[in-house]
Antibody, heavy 126, light 107 residues
Framework: EVQLAESGGGLVQPGGSLRLSCAAS????????MYWVRQAPGKGLEYVSA????????NYAKSVKGRFTMSRDNSRDTLYLQMGSLRAEDSALYYC???????????????????WGQGTMVTVSS | DIQMTQSPSSLSASVGDRVTIACRSS??????LNWYQQKPGKAPNLLIF???SLQTGVPSRFSGRGSVTEFTLTISSLQPEDIALYYC?????????FGQGTKLEIK
């Protein structure tokens, strides 16, 4: 069964850091573009970042660029989001997402967001 | 960034009704448009990709159409289990932006 399982969320003070992880199973992890999408409580979905299959290409929303770093370890089938200089507005449920289609290893070219994890909650507050 | 605008923001309809949700993009995105359903407390679920292709396992009462900047999601006969939030999303260019969502309720 194809699954994504996020972990690493929690309460962090403004200005602090946190690293989210997403363990993938049931598919060939390295052949898919992966994403992070977040949802603040009671709000809509917000694209955060994307990474190509080989990890060589990344893309970030303007709201997190320069503060967040997305990476992957294909030997461990694991996705990461290193979050720094956290702000109250970063508080959200963070979803790990897999694209519907396989893609050339170094390219980010989305088809659609097919597989979603259950999410991990990040709360930024003093 | 490409802006995605959905209408209406909320919608109340009766079981059996035909329901249509609209989505407009701020620039030409061809048919790189996807629709998602999100039920309370759950992760979003892909319904439609490429503007009109039904995702495997999604009931045939859901359909999508449109191109360029104007798109619609239609439920041909509303069922109680269709109560949810619906989001459109463009996959034409990064960042892959979402619409603000449409809340569908039963009248």
């Amino acid at each position: 069964e194809v699954q994504l399982a996020e972990s690493g969320g929690g309460l962090v003070q403004p200005g602090g850091s946190l690293r989210l992880s997403c363990a993938a199973s049931g598919f060939t992890f390295s052949t898919y573009t992966m994403y992070w999408v977040r949802q603040a409580p009671g709000k809509g979905l917000e694209y955060v970042s994307a990474i190509s299959g080989n990890g060589g290409s990344t893309n970030y929303a303007k709201s997190v660029k320069g503060r967040f770093t997305m990476s992957r370890d294909n030997s461990r089938d694991t996705l990461y989001l290193q979050m720094g200089s956290l702000r109250a507005e970063d508080s959200a449920l963070y979803y790990c997402v897999r694209d519907r289609m396989t893609m050339f290893a170094g390219i980010i070219a989305s088809d659609s967001f097919e597989i979603w994890g259950q999410g991990t909650m990040v709360t930024v507050s003093s | 960034d490409i802006q995605m605008t959905q209408s209406p923001s909320s919608l109340s309809a009766s079981v059996g009704d035909r329901v249509t949700i609209a989505c407009r993009s701020s620039q030409d995105i061809s048919t790189f448009l996807n629709w998602y359903q999100q039920k309370p407390g759950k992760a979003p679920n892909l319904l439609i990709f490429g503007a009109s292709s039904l995702q495997t396992g999604v009931p045939s009462r859901f359909s999508g159409r449109g191109s360029v900047t104007e798109f619609t999601l239609t439920i041909s006969s509303l069922q109680p289990e269709d109560i949810a939030l619906y989001y459109c999303q463009q996959s034409y260019s990064m960042p892959y932006t979402f619409g603000q969502g449409t809340k569908l309720e039963i009248k």
